[in-house]
């Protein structure tokens, strides 16, 4: 029972990868990561880590919240390991799970989509047992010339031999490999929805289809977005503030269903992140997903009323 109860309330990191065609797509949670080794050799990171110890910005948002950071204090006030936020004693800032932590840990993703060149590549996907033992460089290196099965194994190998079995060690590698003769096919038209914004914010580009083909034929990777926001105001941003559906009414950013206008909660309200402070601002939220928004971003109930 008591296993029973700690698996109720545990949690775990996430790498969750998606590759069309050329453009490959990363949203991660946690410290297990992604990287690419792209022809050529130059290696990339897909993923940020979300580790207290390393990440700046995160501690700065826990502590922001309400959270504490700190080391764990044993006999005689020495402070050992690394740093952690209190209550919980979580060594990660995001995670899917830990129900038994603070609301400073949150699940929201960091998410970056890039486009590869007609070079093609190789995607090393690893759980922190792998990083904790090899740098990105050194895992990318280590299986280089093996197809993609033996890579994993090799990449495991040469993590065990280094640090040993202290976590859990698990990889897979993907090869995005291009057909002979292959020609760059074209880029499929962007489609503007609102759960898009919930994801991504797409970068400023000045670079035309020209440009594009330039940059694939030097075997340069194109980053298209990159969000790591972990405030769904700040995803969004104001861009949606005056959206109408067909019939005159407002719509959930989200789930796009109707809203009569005393039925709208926006998405500002009721967070102190956010850099509006107008409550009646768009985007709107229906009732069910300003809850999930709530539990997404790990906050109690703020006293707005939602249903």
């Not at 044993?74 to 830990?98: A, F, K, N």
């Amino acid at each position: 029972m008591a296993c029973l109860s700690s698996g109720e309330t545990s949690g775990t990191t996430a790498t969750f990868v998606i590759v069309d065609r050329w453009t490959v797509t990363v949203a991660s949670v946690g410290d297990s990561r992604c990287i690419l080794d792209a022809q050529g050799g130059a290696v990339s990171s897909l993923t940020v880590d979300h580790r207290l110890e390393e990440n700046v910005e995160e501690r700065k948002r826990v502590t922001a919240s309400g959270g504490e950071v700190g080391r764990l204090s044993i006999v005689g006030g020495v402070e050992v390991g690394p740093l952690r936020c209190w209550p919980g004693g979580l060594c990660l800032s995001r995670s899917i799970g830990d129900m038994d932590v603070g609301e400073f840990i949150v699940p929201v993703p960091y998410v970056k989509q890039v486009k590869l060149s007609n070079a093609g590549g190789r995607l090393i996907v690893a759980s922190d047992g792998i990083w904790d033992a090899l740098s990105s460089e050194m895992a990318a290196k280590s299986c280089r010339g093996l197809p993609a099965e033996l890579a994993a194994k090799q990449v495991v190998k040469e993590a065990l031999r280094t640090r040993g079995l202290k976590d859990d060690t698990t990889c897979i590698v993907v090869d995005i490999i291009p057909p002979d003769n292959s020609i760059q096919p074209p880029t499929p038209p962007k489609k503007h929805s609102m759960l898009r914004a919930l994801l991504f914010r797409k970068k400023c580009h000045d670079s035309s289809s020209k440009l594009s083909k330039k940059l694939s034929a030097i075997g340069t990777v194109e980053e298209l977005f990159e969000e790591g926001s972990a405030m769904l105001a700040e995803r969004l941003g104001n861009d949606y503030s005056t959206s109408q559906s067909t019939s005159g009414l407002f719509t959930c950013v989200v789930c796009q269903i109707d809203l009569a206008p005393s039925e709208g909660i926006s998405v500002h309200a009721g967070s102190i992140f956010s850099t509006s402070s107008k409550p009646w601002q768009g985007p709107f939220l229906c009732a069910d997903c300003r809850n999930k928004k709530d539990a997404m971003e790990g906050k109690r109930p703020s006293g707005v009323k939602v249903a």
